[in-house]
Nanobody, 127 residues
């Protein structure tokens, strides 16, 4: 089974761009029908899906983030990255990457839809 590990800064200033990278081991990022998502959880809030990059490179973003999110990948390194622009303290959360097993990425979801979730990294947006 694949393993995922995110990396990136734990502190970002307001209005800057938050960038995190997820490294996948045990499965090629191009594995057919696989999707790789970024999700986050803020204190006291539900798990929140942000967006996904599919095995073919297509991206799908949550309407909540579409105006300021970008997910890219580097197939040579088996990595995908999150870029979230114009952050505010509301973006303070634990960020995870995971394999998204939904057939429709815009459908409702639960934590069980995100397999092989990474350990998570706390990102704090400083005002």
């Amino acid at each position: 089974q694949e393993q995922l590990k995110e990396s990136g800064p734990g502190l970002v200033n307001t209005s800057q761009t938050l960038s995190l990278t997820c490294t996948i081991s045990g499965a090629p990022i191009t594995t057919s029908n696989y999707g790789w998502s970024w999700i986050r959880q803020s204190p006291g809030k539900e798990l929140e899906w942000m967006g996904v990059i599919a095995y073919d490179g297509n991206t799908y973003y949550s309407p909540s983030f579409v105006s300021r999110i970008s997910i890219t990948r580097d197939t040579s390194k088996n990595q995908f990255s999150l870029h979230l622009s114009d952050v505010t303290p509301e973006d303070t959360a634990v960020y995870y990457c995971a394999r998204d097993v939904r057939a429709n990425y815009y459908s409702t979801y639960t934590a069980r839809d995100f397999k092989s979730r990474s350990p998570g990294t706390q990102v704090t947006v400083s005002s």
